[in-house]
């Protein structure tokens, strides 16, 4: 009696032990992608976001402390932050903004037939290709009015009154890197939204024309709803990345001239590469984190809502 007795236990306990190792050998399959998430991602991030309420400054060997809200106390009152802030909107709103256009555009030529089409296509993405800090040396060579043509050709079309350097103009500087993140960044959009494109079944563009919608109104009622998905989330990456990009401002006019192409992002390389200010850098750096998750918890709030209400 006593044996039955704790070969029952035994066997009620096997199914237990089965079912916990059939849950659990997923995870661990996945556990060394997790530990080397944890490892490259979330350490060096928890890590970054501790020095926000440090004092760590390279060239100070007494630094290192903690000093709370002091970094941001001292960034309330930082008037090149606010500076640089109102740049970061400048610089964002129109990049993505031309980005986006000038890519639907293409889209919209390449996805129609013709002879060519993949040699225009290959040309089309090559700027995605070029590494940024060379699209930036190259640009700020074509602006060089020692070197470059494009001053005398603006010159020449009545956009400049002389041939001179637009980088070194503090009311035109920001259109130079703006120009050149446009030329660099266009291809993003025009892969994601011709991928989109090709998706839409043409019977519907076949039907809208039999019954003799104009080319405006298949537009607008066939191509935008099925391209509003991927417009969401191109324009919402987009508009992260290029709030975090600072390779071309860096590399054309770093910051110059008198802060006004100076950036959030900028502005934080600036105080931790050439102040050495690692706390202050990353009380921006967490700013910016911030902001940016706001704008994106924005953006899918309202295309949830969209959905919902479709």
Do not use: C
Not at 96 to 111: E, M, S, Y
Not at 124 to 134: K, S
Not at 159 to 177: E, K, Q, R, T, V
Not at 206 to 224: H, M, V
């Amino acid at each position: 009696m006593s044996s039955f007795s704790s070969a029952a236990p035994a066997r009620s306990r096997k199914p237990v032990l089965r079912r916990l190792a059939t849950s659990a050998e997923p995870w661990l399959y996945s556990a060394p992608v997790l530990v080397l998430i944890v490892t490259v991602m979330m350490v060096p991030l928890v890590l970054g976001l501790s020095y926000a309420f440090r004092d760590v400054q390279l060239l100070n060997p007494f630094s290192g402390g903690f000093i709370g809200l002091e970094h941001f106390k001292t960034l309330s009152q930082d008037a090149a932050f606010y500076r640089a802030l109102k740049n970061t909107l400048w610089w964002t709103g129109a990049s993505v903004f031309l980005q986006f256009f000038f890519g639907l555009v293409l889209a919209l030529l390449l996805d129609k037939p013709f002879a060519g089409r993949g040699i225009a296509q290959a040309l089309v993405f090559l700027p995605w290709a070029v590494p940024t800090f060379l699209a930036g040396l190259n640009w700020a060579w074509l602006f060089n009015p020692v070197i470059g043509p494009l001053p005398y050709w603006m010159t020449s079309l009545g956009m400049l009154s002389a041939p001179n350097n637009i980088l070194a103009d503090p009311h035109l500087a920001m259109w130079g890197p703006i120009i050149a993140n446009v030329w660099w960044g266009i291809p993003f959009f025009a892969i994601t939204l011709l991928a989109a494109l090709q998706a839409i079944p043409r019977d519907l563009y076949e039907a809208a024309s039999i019954d003799g919608a104009s080319p405006l109104q298949r537009f607008t009622s066939i191509t935008l709803p099925f391209l509003a998905p991927t417009i969401a989330i191109t324009v919402l990456l987009r508009t992260v990345w290029i709030a975090n990009f600072a390779d071309l401002i860096i590399v054309m006019t770093n910051g110059g001239p008198a802060d006004r192409t100076q950036i959030v992002a900028s502005y934080i390389f600036t105080q931790a590469f050439k102040r050495l200010d690692f706390g202050y850098a990353s009380a921006i750096a967490l700013v910016l984190l911030v902001l940016l998750l706001a704008y994106s918890m924005l953006i899918v709030i309202m295309r949830q809502r969209l959905i919902e209400k479709d």
